[in-house]
């Protein structure tokens, strides 16, 4: 399994994002399929994930603000980001994990930059 993430950059505070994560292979509809970031200095975090049957939880600083969705027919995981604060600024990380057997698997890490 590969993951490949795009969509990040340099915005002002107040505007908005979509980070986008596509896969390989023909198992990303039975995935939960998640959004970390890592700001400098940080550890990595949990922002939001999905489940294979569309259960959603996020963080409680982006909750409001930013959206989860998945499209199973492309392989691709959205993270529609609105409202952006200086704080939200970090390398947004996706990730596919198996609930059952636990295997996980990592993309490469798009930055996101908010200035104020």
């Known amino acids: 399994v590969q993951l490949q993430a795009s969509g990040g950059g340099l915005v002002q505070a107040g505007g908005s994002l979509r980070l986008s994560c596509a896969a390989s292979?023909?198992?990303?509809?039975?995935?939960?399929m998640r959004w970390f970031r890592q700001a400098p200095g940080k550890q990595r975090d949990l922002v939001a994930s999905?489940?294979?049957?569309?259960?959603?939880n996020y963080a409680d600083s982006v909750k409001g603000r930013f959206t989860i969705s998945r499209d199973d027919a492309k392989n691709t995981v959205y993270l529609q980001m609105n409202s952006l604060k200086p704080e939200d600024t970090a390398v947004y990380y996706c990730?596919?994990?198996?609930?059952?057997?636990?295997?996980?698997?990592w993309g490469q890490g798009t930055l996101v930059t908010v200035s104020s």
């Open positions: 999905i489940t294979s049957g569309g259960s959603i």
């Open positions: 990730n596919l994990h198996f609930l059952i057997t636990g295997l996980t698997y």
């Open positions: 292979g023909r198992t990303f509809a039975r995935a939960a």
